[in-house]
């Protein structure tokens, strides 16, 4: 079966400081990867998503930025940290293959603070 | 452009009631997919259902059952008899093709409260 990871669980971080958060899907291959972020008492908005290694889409324009360096791996970071970043970021992934709009399997997120 | 409502921020109800969750979505797409997820305080996202755009028909699965239609672009979910561990944030959303791939949007989310 399938299963996806995301470390670490909590982190607080002063502001201008480094972020890299990872996440590994385990029991398939080629998966299409995306990263969200929720901010409390709100919905979910897309930042990342990558269709494969190396492939990275972006959504919405901001200082993070997002890598797939191996086919179930995937990375967000961040350069230097702004308060706004402070949420809860989730990672997903979906089948690749057919026609898509497959369910998404959400790994069970990051909650970052930014101070 | 797509988009999913999801009109009712919060809702509370005694344990036992029935309790329906509104979703309407937009898109120009003729396919599209439909789906529920609910987050339960733990924050992690887990699926519920999936529908396509051609398949109407209605779903019952336990206590869960959901309305698709067309004709008024709603996907509603109703939980019958409701328990405690019904207590989470349930969201809808709405997948349509685009260049590259198929792009998923999230409603704002329905935050249900049960209480015992």
């Known amino acids: 079966s399938q299963t996806i990871h995301q470390w670490p669980a909590t982190l607080v971080q002063p502001v201008g400081s480094p972020l890299s958060l990872e996440c590994t899907v385990e029991g398939t291959s080629n998966p299409n990867l995306y990263w969200y972020r929720q901010a409390a008492g709100r919905g979910l908005q897309l930042l990342f998503y990558?269709?494969?290694?190396?492939?990275i889409s972006s959504e919405v324009p901001q200082n993070l930025s997002a890598s797939r360096p191996q086919d179930r791996q995937f990375i967000l970071s961040s350069k230097k940290l702004l308060l706004s970043d402070s949420g809860f970021y989730l990672c997903a992934w979906t089948k690749g293959v057919g026609r898509g709009g497959y369910e998404q399997y959400f790994g069970p997120g990051t909650r970052l603070t930014v101070t | 452009a797509q988009k999913v409502t999801q009109a009712q921020t919060e809702i509370s109800v005694v344990e036992k009631e029935d309790v329906t969750l509104d979703c309407v979505y937009e898109?120009?797409?003729?396919?599209?997919?439909l789906f529920w997820y609910k987050q339960p305080p733990s924050g992690e996202l887990v699926f519920l259902i999936r529908?396509?755009?051609?398949?109407?028909q209605n779903e019952i699965s336990g206590r869960y059952s959901w309305n698709f239609q067309k004709s008024t672009s709603s996907f509603n979910f109703t939980i019958t008899a409701s328990q405690v561990v019904d207590s989470a944030v349930y969201f809808c959303?709405?997948?349509?093709?685009?260049?590259?791939?198929?792009?998923?949007?999230f409603g704002a989310g329905t935050r249900l409260f049960v209480k015992a």
């Open positions: 959303a709405l997948s349509e093709l685009y260049t590259g791939g198929f792009k998923t949007i």
């Open positions: 990558s269709v494969g290694i190396g492939q």
């Open positions: 898109t120009r797409d003729t396919t599209y997919y």
């Open positions: 529908r396509n755009s051609f398949d109407e």
